[in-house]
């Protein structure tokens, strides 16, 4: 069974503080993927990275790096967090292949006081 | 642009079934996923399409028509676990997929 793993379920940071979330998976997928989901706006995309070392930016990746030194762990960088980063962080990977559908992690309920 | 849409919500009774919708309209197609969120969750992957038709796959079926933009999940013989939230999601070109906003069923006794 594919096993997605993030570090913490719930974390509560305050504000300017440098935060980092992890993610680690089993399956040997080259993809991996942060989204964070908040009510009424669904998934959306962060960054992505298809190789290690390998970036891209998502759709809302201001205020956030990521880094993808193994293969198996792709972590998110909130440089400076702030309230509106509060959310529901989720990480996923996936085979390269057209076919293959994303596994997503338990995700990160951040909280920014 | 990408675009995806979906109900907000929809509400149905045990043993009934239900149709979800999902349009869109994406800058390339490489198939579409069906995904079962329960609340405090992670996702799970229930069924892709990547030509039009229908896949079956025991209460859960899915439809594509490439050419409407258009998809449905349809769940039969409802079961109270099936009370969820549905995310459609279509992999554009690249590694990438975009997700809607998803639709939150409501099964009822």
């Known amino acids: 069974d594919v096993k997605v793993t993030q570090s913490s379920r719930y974390l509560v940071k305050r504000t300017g503080e440098k935060v980092f979330l992890e993610c680690v998976q089993d399956m040997d997928h080259e993809n991996m993927f942060w989204y964070r989901q908040d009510p009424g706006l669904g998934l959306r995309l962060i960054y992505f990275s298809y190789d290690v070392k390998m970036k891209e930016k998502g759709d809302i990746p201001e205020g956030y790096s990521v880094s993808r030194e193994k293969k198996e762990r792709f972590s998110l960088i909130l440089e400076s967090a702030s309230t509106n980063q509060t959310s529901m962080y989720l990480c996923?990977?996936?085979?390269?292949?057209?076919?293959?559908?994303?596994?997503f992690g338990d995700g990160t309920r951040l909280s920014i006081l | 642009g990408q675009n995806i849409d979906q109900p907000t919500e929809m509400t149905a009774t045990e043993g009934a079934i239900v149709q979800i919708n999902c349009t869109y309209q994406t800058s390339g197609f490489n198939g579409l996923f069906w995904y079962q969120q329960h609340a405090g969750e992670a996702p799970t992957f229930l069924s892709y399409?990547?030509?039009?038709g229908l896949e079956e796959k025991g209460r859960f079926s899915s439809f594509l028509s490439r050419s409407k933009g258009y998809s449905y999940l349809l769940l039969k013989e409802l079961q109270m676990k099936d009370s969820a939230s549905y995310l459609c999601a279509v992999r554009v070109y690249g590694q990438n997929f975009v997700f809607g906003p998803g639709t939150r069923l409501s099964v009822l006794p």
């Open positions: 399409n990547v030509l039009d």
């Open positions: 996923a990977s996936s085979f390269e292949t057209d076919n293959q559908p994303q596994h």
